[in-house]
């Protein structure tokens, strides 16, 4: 196990220090262009892994319970020691992956976590390890307990998914081209830049992890297309340059809807119906972001969406 911590120990260490060389690479060019450097969103993307760092030594954790629960009524035992094992884990874990990112951006309760990944302006590997502080206290280990209850052991799964964030550091780049027929299985960074693309065209797209077949079968995939550049960050995008801003305002939008709304059901509604719900069927998710873009373009309403309520 201590060997298994070395590991992680490294590749946190190899990744902050790579996503440091392109942003010095990426401010020496936007230098050559005239243009400033956002540093801060590398100051945002740090202070992210470092506050997850101090927070993972307090015992907040609900995968524990979780895990322990699924572990003791589990159906089987499954050991990972031969090559089918470790494909069905593999796949099992992206299958579990595909449902946990896709509520991610479907839920609101888990929205509010999940924004922080989505806050950066510009799409750098240091948005690989923006995470967000609340994941742990939020239950999103329920979305991988099946694995556990089927008979893989936590600690498994928990490297498991590790190993398959760490595939995904490479995905947040503007300068890897799309890659041929890798485009069909994996997700690749064209995959993950529409992702992580606010354009209405690109919302809730592509939540795949290292595959992005389940996409495919699920209706979710969709294309980078040169037509329509990516525009990185939130809809509404996140301009602060303080880490506890950044980590909160999703929580506190959040509460301040569900406190105004009046009353228990509508405050349900806030907290597990997509981001940008709002009651009276003025608020901005993609489904009404699409409705009014098509509106607009009929010519038969205002082209910019009325945006008060539901931040997303
Ligand atoms: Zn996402
Ligand atoms: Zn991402």
């Given at each position: 196990?201590?060997?298994l911590?070395?590991?992680a120990?490294?590749?946190?260490?190899l990744?902050v220090a790579?996503s440091?060389v392109e942003a010095?690479?990426?401010?020496r060019?936007a230098?050559?262009?005239?243009k400033?450097?956002?540093?801060?969103?590398?100051g945002?993307?740090i202070?992210?892994?470092a506050?997850?760092k101090?927070?993972?030594l307090?015992p907040?954790s609900?995968a524990t319970?979780?895990?322990?629960f699924?572990?003791?009524?589990?159906l089987?035992?499954?050991?990972?020691?031969?090559?089918l094992?470790v494909?069905?884990?593999f796949?099992?874990?992206?299958f579990?992956?595909?449902?946990?990112h896709?509520a991610?951006?479907?839920?609101?309760f888990?929205w509010?976590?999940h924004?922080v990944h989505h806050s950066p302006?510009e799409l750098t590997?240091?948005?690989?390890?923006r995470?967000?502080w609340?994941g742990?206290?939020?239950?999103t280990?329920?979305?991988f307990?099946?694995?556990?209850?089927?008979?893989i052991?936590p600690?498994v799964?928990l490297a498991?998914?590790?190993?398959?964030l760490?595939?995904q550091?490479?995905?947040h780049?503007?300068?890897?081209p799309?890659?041929?027929?890798?485009e069909?299985?994996f997700?690749?960074p064209s995959a993950h830049?529409?992702?992580?693309a606010?354009?209405?065209?690109?919302?809730d797209a592509?939540?795949?992890?290292v595959?992005?077949?389940?996409?495919?079968?699920?209706?979710?995939y969709?294309?980078?297309?040169e037509?329509e550049?990516?525009?990185?960050?939130?809809?509404h995008?996140t301009?602060t340059h303080n880490?506890?801003?950044n980590?909160?305002?999703?929580w506190v939008?959040?509460?301040?809807?569900?406190?105004?709304?009046g009353?228990?059901?509508?405050?349900?509604?806030y907290l597990?119906m997509?981001p940008?719900w709002?009651?009276n069927?003025?608020g901005?998710?993609?489904?009404a972001l699409?409705?009014?873009r098509?509106?607009a373009?009929?010519g038969t309403q205002a082209?910019?969406?009325?945006?008060?309520?539901?931040?997303?």
């Amino acid at each position: 196990m201590e060997h298994l911590h070395k590991i992680a120990r490294f590749a946190t260490v190899l990744v902050v220090a790579v996503s440091l060389v392109e942003a010095w690479f990426l401010a020496r060019k936007a230098r050559h262009q005239g243009k400033a450097y956002p540093w801060h969103e590398m100051g945002l993307s740090i202070a992210d892994m470092a506050g997850r760092k101090v927070l993972a030594l307090l015992p907040l954790s609900l995968a524990t319970p979780i895990f322990a629960f699924a572990w003791h009524h589990r159906l089987f035992t499954v050991d990972i020691n031969n090559v089918l094992a470790v494909l069905m884990l593999f796949v099992g874990l992206e299958f579990c992956y595909y449902w946990y990112h896709r509520a991610s951006h479907r839920i609101r309760f888990f929205w509010a976590t999940h924004a922080v990944h989505h806050s950066p302006n510009e799409l750098t590997l240091g948005t690989a390890y923006r995470l967000g502080w609340t994941g742990k206290i939020t239950g999103t280990s329920l979305f991988f307990a099946p694995l556990v209850f089927l008979g893989i052991r936590p600690e498994v799964v928990l490297a498991t998914l590790s190993l398959n964030l760490l595939y995904q550091f490479w995905l947040h780049t503007t300068w890897i081209p799309k890659l041929g027929w890798l485009e069909y299985v994996f997700n690749t960074p064209s995959a993950h830049r529409v992702h992580h693309a606010s354009n209405v065209d690109y919302l809730d797209a592509n939540y795949g992890g290292v595959l992005i077949i389940f996409d495919r079968l699920f209706g979710t995939y969709v294309e980078e297309r040169e037509d329509e550049p990516c525009r990185f960050g939130l809809v509404h995008p996140t301009t602060t340059h303080n880490p506890l801003v950044n980590q909160f305002e999703h929580w506190v939008s959040l509460g301040k809807d569900m406190l105004r709304s009046g009353n228990v059901l509508t405050a349900m509604g806030y907290l597990i119906m997509p981001p940008g719900w709002a009651p009276n069927g003025q608020g901005t998710t993609t489904e009404a972001l699409r409705r009014q873009r098509t509106a607009a373009s009929a010519g038969t309403q205002a082209v910019e969406p009325a945006v008060t309520i539901g931040a997303r």
